[in-house]
């Protein structure tokens, strides 16, 4: 049973920066495929980054791509997420996911239906 476990979110003013964070309970030398999804209230939840640990292979969808980026330390089988310029649409619960192997296209990196292991998610407040 693979466990994730996110931190880093909290309450940031307008054009803060936050680094999230998620850590998983298996080894990821091994490629796993790890996404970043978020959702804020109201609203479906959707992917904004995925990263091949084996490769550090990152996809990162365009509307966030000028300003997160989508990291890994396989040492710590921790994957990250540096968030800048934040901005109001950016609150929201952010989780992060898991796949035993990853997606044929970077582009499916970010859709859920890819994963089958999640966190239990990181608030982040920007206002």
């Known amino acids: 049973h693979v466990q994730l476990v996110e931190s880093g979110g909290g309450s940031v003013q307008a054009g803060g920066s936050l680094r999230l964070s998620c850590v998983a309970s298996?080894?990821?030398?091994?490629?796993?495929?790890m996404g970043w999804f978020r959702q804020a209230p109201g609203k479906e939840r959707e992917g904004v980054a995925g990263?091949?640990?084996?490769?550090?292979?990152?996809y990162v969808v365009d509307s966030v791509k000028e300003r997160f980026t989508a990291s890994r330390d396989n040492t710590k089988n921790t994957v990250y997420l540096q968030m800048s310029s934040l901005q109001s649409e950016d609150t929201g619960m952010y989780y992060c996911?898991?796949?035993?192997?990853?997606?044929?296209?970077?582009?499916?990196?970010?859709?859920?239906?890819?994963?089958?292991?999640w966190g239990q998610g990181t608030q982040v407040t920007v206002s």
């Open positions: 996911a898991l796949s035993r192997t990853c997606p044929s296209t970077l582009a499916r990196m970010v859709e859920s239906a890819e994963f089958g292991y």
């Open positions: 298996i080894n990821t030398y091994s490629t796993v495929c």
């Open positions: 990263i091949a640990t084996g490769d550090g292979v990152t």
